[in-house]
Structure formats: C-alpha cells, structure tokens
C-alpha cells in the first residue's frame, strides 16, 4: 500500500479564506468567496494551499441564460455554474439543493461564510451515533443574513486512514418556525468527466451485489425508502474513473452513518459539475424547525484514493475497525461459531442440542454456540411469539441459564437470538400491551413475516426492550448476542423513520455500552442493515441469509468494497444448499466463509466422519491464520477469467484463494497472483491440503482401484463417510515481484491420465493458497 510515513504534514491548513484538509494521501479544498459563498476546489491526490490559484475554476466571461447573483458588483458571478461545497434553492442555482426548508415567505437560502473553528476533541451527535478518535475537526459557520437560519458545516480528519467524514447541522436562530425537508450530510461537487459509479443493490438472499453504470448527464439517486438501510441499496457507493480498476486509478468512496432511509444522489450538469450528495432521505420529511432548536445530521464518510479500489477498500476497513467498531471486540479476533438456525429452525430440544450439536462443535474446536430463534414463549413457528423473553421450559426444561452453564462447561461462549423490535399479535406481550406495535392510522395491520413492528419513539417500549434484553444477558451468562430484525417499516412519515432510528439506538446505547464483553452481531432478514450505523454498536453483521458460497461470493465481495471482513457474519452450512438447492464441496464452503468471521450453522450430528474430520482441520487452520483473515489488508482480483480470487495479507503471510465457477474442457493454464508482499522478499506457496470427496469420480474410480466396484454400491456409500483422496499439494517458490504478476499453478486434470500433481478442477471448486517467507531468505536473514 502506498503510504507517505514519516512525512510532517499538517492536517487542516488555513490561508486567508482558503481551507485546505490532508490526510497522508488526500488533500481537499474548498473556499470561501467574494460573495462568501463556500466554493469546493478540489477532492483527490496532495497538493499544497499554494495550488489554490492554479486548481481554482477560471471563470472570465459570463455564461448565457443565467441568473446573475448581484449585477452591480460581478456581472459574471452566477451560482448556477459554480462547484459549492453545500447547495441551496434560489439565487440562481438549479442544482439539486442539498438543503430544502419552507416557510411562509420563501423556499429560497443563501448560506453565507461568517466563521470558522478547529476543534481537537471528538465531538458527538446529539442522539445519532458518529465516528471518534479523529485528529481534528473544521467546524465552518455560515449564516443565511435574510431568514436568520444558521448552518454549520463540521468536517472530521482521519489523516492515517485518508478519512473525512461530513455532517451539517441547521440552526434556527430567527424568531419563525421553517419546515425542514431536506437536509443532506454533505454535498460534494466534483469537475471530472468519464465517471462511472459503483453502488451495491439487491434484495433479500442477495445482498450487496456490484451495479456498474457510467454517468450520464442527469440525476441518478440511490436511496431506501423501507425504513432501514436496506438490501435493497447499501447506503454506501464509489464514483470511479471509467479505467480504475482494482490497483489503478481515482475513486472516491461514500458512506453514512445512519440505518434508517437514506437517499444520495449524483447529478451531472451541462458543465461537467458532478454533485454528489447524501443524508436523510427527503422522502415524506416534515420537520418543523422550531425557533431556538436545530437538527442535526448523520456523519457521511468520505475516502478517495488514486491507486486503484483495493487501497479505496482499504481506507473504509482501516477506518471503520479503528474508528466505527467500539467495545473490547474492537480489532479482537472474533469466536468461530456454530448456530442452530439451519440445522434445526424452530424444532429442537435442549437434549438435541446439546448431545448432537454443542458436544459435536466443542470435539471439533468450535468456540462459541448460538442458540438461534424458537427458544422463549410461544415461538413454535415464524407467527407468534415475538415480544416474549420468557424460556420455553418443554424445550429447554432448566431454562436459559442452565443451557447456558451446560455451553459453558463445554469450554464454548454461550449466545442467543432475539428479535427486540417486533412483536406478534400472537404474544402475552401484545395481549396486555397492543398499543406498542405501530399502526397505520385506521387502516388494518400489514404483515411482514407474520409481524409488526414496535414503536420504538414511545419510551416504556425502549425501557421494556433494555430490561429485557439486558435480564436476558445478565441472569444467564450470555456472552453474545443476535439482534434480529424482519419486518420492513412503512405507513410512516420520513421523520418518524428518523425518529424510530434514534429510538434504536438509545436502546442499543444503553444495552450494549454497559456491557462491553458481550459480542454483539446485528441482523435483519440476513444483510437489511448492514450499515456503519449499526457498526457503531454491533461489531459484526450478519451479512446474508443465503449461505450458498457460491452467492456468498458476490456478496461478500461487494461488501468487502465498503467494509472490512472482520464485520461480516459467514457460515459454512448444508449442501444441497437451502435457498439454491445447489451442491457444493465442503472445501469451497469453508473457502468462502473463512474471509469473514466464520461460523458453521447445519446439523453436525448427520456428517460422515470424513466431513468432521475435514471440519475440524479447517477450524484448525482458520484459529491459526484468523487474524490474517479477520483483520489483515483484503484484496480483489481484475481479470480472472472463470474464476473469482480473494485474498487477505498480514506482513509475511498471505492468504489467496481462486474460486471457480463452471469447468471447462481444455483449460487455460492459470496463474495465481499474489498482492501485498514485499516486492524483493523471497517467498513459499503452499496450497491448502483437504480431501476430495471419492464419489465425484462416480465409475472412473475403476480406472486405479485393484478390483471393479460399482461407485452406487453400498461399499463405496460406507468407504467414502471414512475416506477421501488426498487434493494435490503444491508448493511454490517466488518473489513477491513474481507472485504479484503472476505464477503459473500446475496443470488441471484434463482426462488424459492422472498422478498426484495435477489439480482436480470441479464446478465451485476452489484453493487456498498460503505464503510464508522461503527458508533461504530466512538462513540468508541470519
Ligand atoms: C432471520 C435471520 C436468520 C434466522 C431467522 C430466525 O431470517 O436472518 O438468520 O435468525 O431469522 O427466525
């Protein structure tokens, strides 16, 4: 990675009207002008506050059919073709606005620079959670000298991690009530042509999948509209150059820090202006801004990087575990987990539980145990129960506690589901407390899985959660934590979608801040919710109900564009798989859940001895490479024709793996490429070893067995639960130059005979490969 260390540099300079933010690889300016409007400058690679005069917009002649601000002084000034740091309505700008208030006399702001300050301490958000630990902050004062309104731009440093972070907040100083519809974080006009933009779509099952599209002239908005961050569209995207790729060229990435509905939105202009901006959706938002009050917006992350998206990846991971995740899990290495869903859903009791799938997880090296849904009330199915915390004692007959002393025991951690912000009408809860689930006015209720949301604004619904969820930890010795969430939120204004947020994050404020030790994984119907907001309390997601490795892949790979491994929740589970029905090696399950923090979650007790033999080695290997996993530099591959590659690197130690998708006759000599090493050290590649399952060669297993057999018979069903063929083991040597252009792998199978050296390809196949430093290094080192 390409870093300036050792170079002084000043983190916010400030020249005359000039401002001038640096990170160690980013620089942004902007200015305030004559008329004191704050013009943007430049947001990309370092410069110096020198470069003002030359990176500034040259602008000698006035444009046609424009508005001009003040004729007498400047008959060339017109806002409409100026890039500004913060957009408003009227005086001539017909931009998108990224403010947008009402009242009784006018639409229109003008939002003029009055001052500056530069604040050394964190400084909070009221009731919204928000980034620490920065270097700096430029809080800059503006005023709009007409309506008397105040807005005050804050702009965070994270320098080491090339960070800014933007929020605004309005202030009503005049004596008259505005409406508030709009208030976006930040606003970023960028003059760059051939932009495309990258943004993260999809549904459930199928979360955060890549969307690809240039920018054309007019408006492309991005947004959620079902009351959480949702699947639908990560709240975070990247603008890129049309030819960055992986390890070339400009990209800016943007986040937020907030998980209720969200909208952003990128307009090219006739200029080539290219306003970014995102916040709070304007969608049904009414705020009234009483005399005296302000409101505040979520922080929106901002990275840029001129070498390519893995380092543009990088700043989000370094940023979020150093600066988001809090709690003693903050860069700890996260538990291995076996989770009860899939292997058993509703129907379990504590006896199978603990002789088939807790005993089974400890013998292999599982750490931690998670009791999944079902467990409390009247949960016997997805229709009722929601609401309750009561233990469902004809399942487990001594209660949560005892359960959990059992776990304990087993030398595993002890966690448990729950659901807190919703509630079934088939519930002791919503018997004596129906006025807690949130109505549409009049109108019937909607189910979304057989359930309703509660209102978290009402304050004895937030107290009930907190003494519930905070009993259920306490009294039990639970040490994790799955906060579910399944029904999507609508029939609602835009501000009680901001209001129900802030209501769940008191709530998570006040269970979790307390209670530090306990690993806290948020949910919501797989990734709904995977947002920096969420990470503010939850140190992992879970990021998608579909564990079918090869969905996960794409899954997981467009989280890995915003947020780092260590956040997302990954588990080896059944194959055929649930939701695809497809099949897939257990090899390549594990492959894809280890860049994640891994967890197991399907029956263990119905594996072959092979498999829980396989299981355990794997479990082995990732305790041993899982800070490498978890936490090391992540990297994505250009151009790897029929396959896809990950890979993960802490100093010496690299971790790639090739994922394949379909096989194809004849194969193409493939390469494996390597990032991240140092370029002159001298370097061992050792594939992972694992078994091939016999029964993939069906009858062609004749070819080398002594005697015939007949690969359906009952002989082979019985020797393949005990024994596999050994996949090739493959051992390279290289220097880090070498790998990062690429090393050839040794031949695939191609059907024309077979010895030990040849790689077996099958359809989802894959191979780990790890590096370590070559012994000669080594002996030459001494
Ligand atoms: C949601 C979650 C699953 C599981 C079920 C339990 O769908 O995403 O992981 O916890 O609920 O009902």
Same mark, same amino acid.
């Not at 390409?2 to 690889?25: H, S, W």
């Not at 702001?109 to 964190?122: A, G, M, N, R, T």
């Not at 467009?558 to 260590?566: A, D, E, I």
């Not at 290997?621 to 396959?643: A, P, V």
């Given at each position: 990675m390409y870093r300036r260390e050792g170079i002084a540099m000043q983190t916010i300079e400030i020249k005359d009207n000039v401002f001038l933010l640096n990170t160690a690889n980013t620089s942004y300016m902007f200015y305030a002008d004559k008329f004191r409007h704050l013009q943007h400058v430049h947001y990309g690679d370092r410069c110096f506050i020198s470069d003002f005069e030359a990176l500034c917009l040259k602008r000698c002649i006035q444009y046609g059919d424009t508005i001009i601000y003040d004729e007498k002084t400047d008959d060339e000034y017109t806002l409409d073709s100026l890039p500004l740091e913060y957009g408003s309505y009227g005086n001539g700008d017909f931009k998108e606005a990224s403010i947008e208030i009402e009242d009784d006399l006018s639409f229109t702001c003008d939002f003029l620079y009055v001052s500056h300050e530069v604040v050394k301490e964190d400084l909070k958000i009221k009731d919204l959670p928000s980034s620490y630990g920065s270097d700096s902050t430029l809080i800059v004062h503006l005023e709009d000298?007409?309506?008397k309104l105040k807005l005050d731009l804050y702009y965070t440093i994270y320098p080491q991690e090339d960070v800014i972070s933007r929020r605004a907040v309005l202030i009503n100083s005049s004596e008259r009530e505005f409406v508030l519809h709009k208030l976006m974080s930040y606003c970023l006009d960028l003059f760059e042509e051939d932009l495309t933009l990258m943004s993260f779509f999809g549904a459930w099952d199928k979360e955060t999948h890549l969307n690809v599209t240039g920018l054309v002239r007019g408006t492309c908005t991005l947004g959620s509209r079902?009351?959480? *961050? *949702?699947?639908? /569209? /990560?709240p975070g995207f990247i603008i890129r150059k049309r030819n960055t790729s992986e390890n070339f060229g400009k990209a800016w990435g943007f986040n937020l820090v907030y998980s209720g509905n969200h909208y952003s939105s990128i307009s090219k202009d006739e200029y080539s202006i290219h306003r970014i901006q995102g916040g709070i959706s304007p969608e049904r938002f009414h705020y009234? =801004? =009483?005399?005296?009050n302000s409101f505040e917006t979520p922080e929106a992350i901002l990275t840029y990087s001129g070498t390519g998206l893995n380092v543009l990846s990088d700043h989000f991971h370094r940023f979020i575990n150093n600066h988001i995740v809090r709690s003693k899990w903050k860069n700890r290495e996260r538990p291995i987990k076996i989770n009860s869903w899939e292997g058993f859903g509703f129907d379990f009791k504590k006896d199978d539980l603990i002789k088939k799938l807790a005993k089974i997880a400890a013998k292999l090296g599982i750490e931690l145990f998670v009791l999944d849904d $079902?467990?409390? $009330?009247?949960? *016997? *199915? %997805?229709?009722r129960g929601l609401g309750d915390y009561n233990c469902n004692l004809k399942k487990i007959p001594g209660g949560i506690s005892s359960l959990s002393e059992e776990i304990h025991k087993l030398g595993m951690l002890f966690g448990i589901w729950v659901e807190p912000e919703a509630i079934n009408i088939d519930s002791a809860l919503y018997e004596k407390h129906p006025e807690y689930a949130i109505k549409d006015g009049e109108r019937q209720f909607r189910f979304g899985r057989h359930e309703l949301l509660m209102d978290l604004t009402n304050k004895d619904v937030q107290d009930y959660i907190v003494e519930n969820v905070g009993k259920l930890i306490d009294d039990n010795s639970v040490d994790y934590i799955k906060w579910d969430m399944n029904r999507m939120m609508d029939g609602v204004s835009g501000v009680y979608n901001h209001e129900y947020i802030k209501g769940l994050y008191s709530v998570l404020e006040r269970v979790f801040i307390s209670r530090p030790d306990v690993l806290f994984e948020s949910c919501s119907s797989g $990734?709904?919710?995977? %947002?920096l907001g969420m990470l503010c309390y939850s140190p992992q997601i879970w990021s998608s109900d579909d564990t079918d490795p090869i969905e996960r892949i794409d899954i997981q790979k467009g989280l890995s564009y915003l947020y780092p491994v260590s956040t997302m929740g990954a588990h080896v589970s059944a194959s055929p798989h649930m939701q695809t029905l497809r099949q897939t090696p257990l090899e390549t399950r594990f492959n894809v859940a280890a860049y994640g923090c891994l967890g197991y979650e399907l029956d263990l007790s119905l594996l072959s001895p092979l498999e829980k033999y396989e299981i355990e080695r794997q479990v082995a290997y990732y305790k041993k490479h899982r800070r490498t996993f978890q936490f090391g530099t992540f990297y994505r591959f250009d151009d790897e024709k029929d396959y896809e590659a990950f890979e993960a690197v802490n100093g010496d130690e690299a971790i790639v793996t090739k994922y394949r998708r379909l096989v194809h006759a004849v194969p193409v000599y493939d390469k494996l490429r390597v990032e991240? =090493?140092?370029?002159d050290g001298e370097y061992k590649i050792s594939s992972k070893p694992y078994l091939h399952n016999l029964k993939m060669f069906g009858n062609l297993i004749n070819f080398v067995t002594p005697v015939k057999v007949n690969a359906d018979s009952k002989l082979i069903e019985i020797i393949t639960k005990f024994k596999g063929m050994d996949a090739s083991i493959q051992d390279y040597k290289a220097s880090g130059r070498a790998l990062k252009s690429g090393i050839y792998l040794n031949n695939l199978f191609l059907g024309t005979g077979y010895n030990s050296n040849i790689r077996i390809p099958l359809d989802f196949g894959s191979d780990m490969y790890e590096s370590r430093v070559s012994e000669t290094t080594d002996k030459n080192k001494d």
């Amino acid at each position: 990675m390409y870093r300036r260390e050792g170079i002084a540099m000043q983190t916010i300079e400030i020249k005359d009207n000039v401002f001038l933010l640096n990170t160690a690889n980013t620089s942004y300016m902007f200015y305030a002008d004559k008329f004191r409007h704050l013009q943007h400058v430049h947001y990309g690679d370092r410069c110096f506050i020198s470069d003002f005069e030359a990176l500034c917009l040259k602008r000698c002649i006035q444009y046609g059919d424009t508005i001009i601000y003040d004729e007498k002084t400047d008959d060339e000034y017109t806002l409409d073709s100026l890039p500004l740091e913060y957009g408003s309505y009227g005086n001539g700008d017909f931009k998108e606005a990224s403010i947008e208030i009402e009242d009784d006399l006018s639409f229109t702001c003008d939002f003029l620079y009055v001052s500056h300050e530069v604040v050394k301490e964190d400084l909070k958000i009221k009731d919204l959670p928000s980034s620490y630990g920065s270097d700096s902050t430029l809080i800059v004062h503006l005023e709009d000298p007409v309506n008397k309104l105040k807005l005050d731009l804050y702009y965070t440093i994270y320098p080491q991690e090339d960070v800014i972070s933007r929020r605004a907040v309005l202030i009503n100083s005049s004596e008259r009530e505005f409406v508030l519809h709009k208030l976006m974080s930040y606003c970023l006009d960028l003059f760059e042509e051939d932009l495309t933009l990258m943004s993260f779509f999809g549904a459930w099952d199928k979360e955060t999948h890549l969307n690809v599209t240039g920018l054309v002239r007019g408006t492309c908005t991005l947004g959620s509209r079902v009351g959480f *961050s *949702s699947a639908k /569209n /990560n709240p975070g995207f990247i603008i890129r150059k049309r030819n960055t790729s992986e390890n070339f060229g400009k990209a800016w990435g943007f986040n937020l820090v907030y998980s209720g509905n969200h909208y952003s939105s990128i307009s090219k202009d006739e200029y080539s202006i290219h306003r970014i901006q995102g916040g709070i959706s304007p969608e049904r938002f009414h705020y009234s =801004l =009483l005399p005296g009050n302000s409101f505040e917006t979520p922080e929106a992350i901002l990275t840029y990087s001129g070498t390519g998206l893995n380092v543009l990846s990088d700043h989000f991971h370094r940023f979020i575990n150093n600066h988001i995740v809090r709690s003693k899990w903050k860069n700890r290495e996260r538990p291995i987990k076996i989770n009860s869903w899939e292997g058993f859903g509703f129907d379990f009791k504590k006896d199978d539980l603990i002789k088939k799938l807790a005993k089974i997880a400890a013998k292999l090296g599982i750490e931690l145990f998670v009791l999944d849904d $079902g467990w409390f $009330g009247r949960r *016997s *199915s %997805d229709k009722r129960g929601l609401g309750d915390y009561n233990c469902n004692l004809k399942k487990i007959p001594g209660g949560i506690s005892s359960l959990s002393e059992e776990i304990h025991k087993l030398g595993m951690l002890f966690g448990i589901w729950v659901e807190p912000e919703a509630i079934n009408i088939d519930s002791a809860l919503y018997e004596k407390h129906p006025e807690y689930a949130i109505k549409d006015g009049e109108r019937q209720f909607r189910f979304g899985r057989h359930e309703l949301l509660m209102d978290l604004t009402n304050k004895d619904v937030q107290d009930y959660i907190v003494e519930n969820v905070g009993k259920l930890i306490d009294d039990n010795s639970v040490d994790y934590i799955k906060w579910d969430m399944n029904r999507m939120m609508d029939g609602v204004s835009g501000v009680y979608n901001h209001e129900y947020i802030k209501g769940l994050y008191s709530v998570l404020e006040r269970v979790f801040i307390s209670r530090p030790d306990v690993l806290f994984e948020s949910c919501s119907s797989g $990734g709904n919710r995977f %947002d920096l907001g969420m990470l503010c309390y939850s140190p992992q997601i879970w990021s998608s109900d579909d564990t079918d490795p090869i969905e996960r892949i794409d899954i997981q790979k467009g989280l890995s564009y915003l947020y780092p491994v260590s956040t997302m929740g990954a588990h080896v589970s059944a194959s055929p798989h649930m939701q695809t029905l497809r099949q897939t090696p257990l090899e390549t399950r594990f492959n894809v859940a280890a860049y994640g923090c891994l967890g197991y979650e399907l029956d263990l007790s119905l594996l072959s001895p092979l498999e829980k033999y396989e299981i355990e080695r794997q479990v082995a290997y990732y305790k041993k490479h899982r800070r490498t996993f978890q936490f090391g530099t992540f990297y994505r591959f250009d151009d790897e024709k029929d396959y896809e590659a990950f890979e993960a690197v802490n100093g010496d130690e690299a971790i790639v793996t090739k994922y394949r998708r379909l096989v194809h006759a004849v194969p193409v000599y493939d390469k494996l490429r390597v990032e991240g =090493l140092e370029e002159d050290g001298e370097y061992k590649i050792s594939s992972k070893p694992y078994l091939h399952n016999l029964k993939m060669f069906g009858n062609l297993i004749n070819f080398v067995t002594p005697v015939k057999v007949n690969a359906d018979s009952k002989l082979i069903e019985i020797i393949t639960k005990f024994k596999g063929m050994d996949a090739s083991i493959q051992d390279y040597k290289a220097s880090g130059r070498a790998l990062k252009s690429g090393i050839y792998l040794n031949n695939l199978f191609l059907g024309t005979g077979y010895n030990s050296n040849i790689r077996i390809p099958l359809d989802f196949g894959s191979d780990m490969y790890e590096s370590r430093v070559s012994e000669t290094t080594d002996k030459n080192k001494d």
